[in-house]
């Protein structure tokens, strides 16, 4: 079974969580939905270890900045026990606020 988020991710989106502007974070890690279009883009994680804040596209084409839990995510099923899944490969080739514009795709 795959960790969702491990020690250096966590690390990095705490530290992130601390910058005073953090329109110029990068995305640190990428989750998203195998069975169909949902993608979240996560840049920081609050000391509790479960709120996240990222760009969050359910895949109705209005991506939002904002909270989500990572329980939450974790608890989802999808067809066949499917659940959201961590991009292994993923890079970030902005900032969290030029993805929320829409010039880079996730």
């Known amino acids: 079974m795959m960790k969702m988020l491990t020690a250096p991710i966590k690390k990095k989106l705490l530290a992130q969580s601390k910058v005073?502007?953090?329109s110029k974070n990068r995305p640190v890690v990428k989750f998203f939905v195998p069975w169909g279009a949902?993608?979240?883009l996560i840049s920081e994680m609050d000391s509790?270890?479960?709120t996240l804040f990222g760009l969050c596209d359910l895949g109705h084409e209005s991506p939002?900045?904002?909270?989500?839990?990572?329980?939450?995510l974790m608890s989802i099923r999808g067809p066949f026990g499917l659940k959201i899944e961590r991009d292994l490969?993923?890079?970030a080739d902005g900032t969290l606020?030029?993805?929320?514009?829409?010039?880079?795709?996730a």
């Open 48 to 50: 509790d270890g479960d």
């Open 64 to 72: 939002e900045l904002g909270y989500v839990s990572l329980s939450e």
């Open 89 to 91: 490969y993923f890079v």
């Open 38 to 40: 949902g993608t979240w």
């Open 20 to 22: 005073r502007d953090s």
């Open 97 to 105: 606020s030029e993805y929320a514009a829409g010039s880079l795709a």
